[in-house]
């Protein structure tokens, strides 16, 4: 090295040729290590400045004969042991016009297997946004930095790749797009010099992505347009696939798009405009059981421009055809989004999007959302079997669509719903916060597939029905939760139900019409204006074991699920607070079947027509009613007072007239109940019933016209008493029956129930009136309480005495006002008393015939006529005895005592012909018999004499003969 020093120092640089040689090993060395090593430089320390990134590189060449330069194992980390940019080979091939352009002119720029990356890594952080931090916030050395002047002629990306990777998640998702080929034209750094690129990707399926445009460098920009053809959207999907329980099975994706990029002072700015694409063929099914969830048959994106800095995307219209969507609720009340979307992933795309949200900070908007010939499956897998709801033909329009807080969205929807049923909505939407209002319509949806919803709380089988509504909905999120409101009608059509426990039919529906509805969420509450019910029924019906499908029904409603866990309400029933102004009947319809009967009862009420108004769950007053109907075989109801629709037995307060109600028709219940048909006849009934927390007071004046009772029917009448003789006692002479039938109870009471009170009630009333008739006759006959039932005679006698022809009369004026009783006169004997009293008779004679007056008989009889007819009978010597007998020691004769005994002793001494103590009976009966045709003036045929002479025990002086009353 000295030496060579030495000659350098001593040569004589004085001809050019010595200047030639010294300026080319300058340019030899200097090109051939020097460039390399400034090169290495330049590319390390600026990819720190600006990218913070230590870029490496295997090796550099330069030959500054060729003008070429080689960079060769270059790679770009993201972060330690990944890399962002990397390639094999760079060659570089200078001109020397580079020198009359006074910048660097490349004939050729190659790039051979380059590699980008674009990669998320295991904290969610993605490469290309950090880079583009960095490159946000330069540090000093890189603030002023200029590229050095270069026309590039021909850049040459040759089979690159680029890689798509994503390390947060369990199994890191790889995707590499290849060969990427790109071929650029006149890149200079020249300012506002401008090349051209072409190239394209391609991609898994045999897609590809094709670019062309502009290029230039400083200041750098790019701008041209990409087109994507058949991209495989199922390969793309890769990258989410484990997040969810569902895959993406097809679509293609086909798009274009203007860009530009450039980079200047403040950053990077991009623009996409014109960025037009289609999707087709998409769709999505579960894994598990590859049951199709959604499939689209196209999406169309049209005119969408985007811009970064601003965040600014716009678009003209989005239009989805064809779609189908399936959804469920499982077994286990969960919804499919939550079975096919884990909790884990949905927390990730929470925090992705806040993430976004935070960097981007996009302000989005659509001219135009379009959905059409769509549709939907519902099914809740809770039933069994599943229900199923669809809605079909779905188009949706949604307009003027902005990120903007607060933006109203304006949109038009309509659907079928059932296959038959259509519903439609037009209105605004609003995302942040959200807010929807809108007219919305249904018109003839079934209900039928809603029945196991209504089995949840009542026992019912909904066979039939449509429901239309018109009005306008309202819904919002506050910090209490969703709001939301209806207000407007609703109506029902051709309902009918059938009550599950016993499968009667219970109700059916015309035409139910609900006016001036205002229906509140948050807290829950419905005002109704007006409920309007046409030919709607109610059909109650006794089952042949005695059952009745209405009581069967509440008893099983109680079983239900509790409303109030649905509704919140705290009211009867678990109902929120609800308000029914006016509820009315038109054309309304009843049917009583009573299946108990030898031959089945239908009682048919008909037009009933009326009103229940003020009807509340939170007041104490009752709701006013006010109903009128008629009876098909004849007859009007009217029914007026107040009742708590919710709670009867806290307020019932109801006044129930019935009028001319014809009774021939009813005598399938009269043979039921009495045994007894009935052949004639009208009615009317009074009935007014009070409940007040549960303790019943009722009062049932009935009143019967000319009724008349056919024949006994053998084996019926649930009550066993004489309803014929009743009817008879009952019905006065205008053939007019009055009846009060009191009622008193309490609901609590364990078997209390109105139907057994009723008959209890009128059990007793009948009961009593059968057997005391001559007491009601008494009444009748305007005495108090007079015994008419029994006449009495003297034992002996058959002579009436005044008191017997006294009542007698009472009873024969009573008769006359009950023209259909009958009267049986039974003749009576006392053997004892009779032939006692026949005795006194004939000693009352033998006394007349001795000389005693009708005076002393009465008052008292000489001693001595006694004496001497009892000497007539018996000897001296045993009145003697007598006498001695009544004449105490010590005293005088007692002549009272005597006579007594002297009286008795010849009362006993009369010989009696039993034939004339049979007598008696007979001769009572006609006497009786006698004075009522004769003297009280009956109908002769209407008092009759039983042949047979009733036998009495010795009741003392008077025989009694009884008379008995009877149907006519």
Known sequence: MNTMMTWLKNWKLRSFRTVVVTAFVIYTVVGFFIVPLIVESLIEKQSMSMLKRQATVEDVRCNPFSLSLTIEGLSLPDRPGSVLLAFDSLYANAQLSSIFRWALTLKDLQITNPTIAVRRFSDGTVNLLELMDAMDQPDDDSKGFNLPRAVLQTIIIDDGALLIEDYDRESPYLLEWRPVDFTLHDISTLPDDRGNNAGTIGLPGGGTISASGSVVVEPFGLDGSITVEKLSLKDSWRALDEFFEFELTDGVLDTDFRYSLSLLEDGIHINVTNLNADISNLGFSTKSTDVDLLTIDSISVTNISAGWPGQVIHGESIVVSGASSLGWLSPDKTLAWVE?????????????????????????????????????????????????????????????????????????????????????AKGTFSAVPFNVQADVAVDALDLSPFQPYFALFAPVDLQAGTMSAQGEAVASSTDAGLVASYQGSLGVARLDLKETVTGDKLI??????????????????????????????????????????????????????????????????????????????????????????????????????????????????????????????????????????????????????????????????????????????????????????????????????????????????????????????????????????????????????????????????????????????????????????????????????????????????????????????????????????????????????????????????????????????????????????????????????????????????????????????????????????????LDAGRVTIEPETTVQESRGPWVACLLVIEAG
């Open 340 to 424: 096919l979307i884990p909790e884990e992933t949905q927390e990730k795309v929470v925090e992705t999007y806040e993430s976004l949200e935070d960097k981007l900070n996009l302000k989005a908007s659509l001219d135009r959302f379009e959905l059409h010939d769509s549709g939907a499956v519902f099914e809740d897998r809770m039933q069994d079997p599943p229900v199923r709801f669809e809605a079909t033909g779905a188009d949706l329009l949604v307009t003027n669509i902005s990120t903007q807080k607060s933006s109203a969205w304006p949109f038009e929807a309509t659907t079928v719903l059932g296959g038959e049923a259509t519903a439609g």
């Open 508 to 937: 059916g529906w015309g035409d139910l019409s609900v006016d001036g509805i205002n229906a509140q969420l948050q807290p829950m509450s419905l005002d109704i204006k007006t409920v309007d019910v046409n030919g709607a029924g109610l059909e109650i019906t006794i089952a042949e074991n005695g059952s009745i499908n209405l009581l069967e029904f509440f008893k099983a409603l109680d079983k239900g699920e509790d409303l109030a866990e649905l509704t919140g309400g705290s009211g009867p029933g678990g109902l929120p607070p609800t308000r029914v102004a006016r509820l009315r009947l038109h054309d309304c319809y009843g049917r009583l079947t009573d299946k108990t009967v030898t031959d089945t009862f239908i009682l048919n009420l008909i037009r009933i027509n009326g009103a229940i108004s003020g009807i509340a769950t939170e007041t104490k007053a009752g709701a006013e009613v006010e109903i009128d109907t008629a009876i098909d075989t004849g007859g009007t109801v009217r029914v007026e007072g107040q009742i708590d629709p919710f709670d009867y037995a806290r307020l019932t307060d109801l006044n129930i007239d019935v009028t001319d109600v014809e009774l021939p028709p009813m005598s399938a219940m009269s043979v039921k109940f009495i045994g007894y048909l009935l052949t004639i006849g009208t009615a009317a009934l009074d009935l007014d019933y009070k409940i007040t927390d549960s303790a019943l007071v009722g009062a049932n004046h009935i009143e019967a016209y000319n009724l008349e009772l056919g024949d006994k029917v053998e084996g019926e009448g649930m009550l066993d008493l004489p309803f014929k003789l009743g009817v008879s006692l009952l019905k006065d002479k205008n053939g007019r029956i009055t009846l009060d039938i009191p009622l008193e109870g309490n609901l609590k009471d364990e078997g209390f129930g109105l139907g057994t009170a009723i008959d209890a009630a009128v059990k007793e009333v009948v009961s009593e009136l059968v057997k005391s008739p001559f007491r009601l006759l008494s009444k009748i006959g305007g005495s108090g309480d007079e015994d008419l039932e029994h006449v009495e005679f003297r034992a002996g006698s058959s002579v009436l005495e005044d008191r017997a022809t006294s009542n007698l009369q009472i009873l024969a004026t009573a008769m006359r006002e009950r023209p259909t009783l009958q009267l049986e006169i039974q003749g009576a004997v006392d053997s004892k008393a009779d032939t006692k009293g026949l005795q006194q008779e004939a000693l009352r004679a033998e006394l007349l015939e001795n000389g005693v007056t009708e005076e002393q008989l009465d008052t008292v009889i000489p001693l001595d006529i006694l004496t001497k007819i009892y000497r007539d009978h018996f000897s001296r010597e045993e009145l003697q005895t007598l006498e001695t007998t009544h004449t105490p020691p010590g005293k005088d004769l007692d002549e009272t005592a005597l006579r007594q005994a002297v009286r008795q002793a010849l009362t006993n001494a009369q010989p009696v012909d039993a034939a004339l103590v049979q007598a008696l009976g007979p001769a009572r009966a006609q006497a009786i018999r006698t004075f009522l045709v004769e003297q009280a003036q």
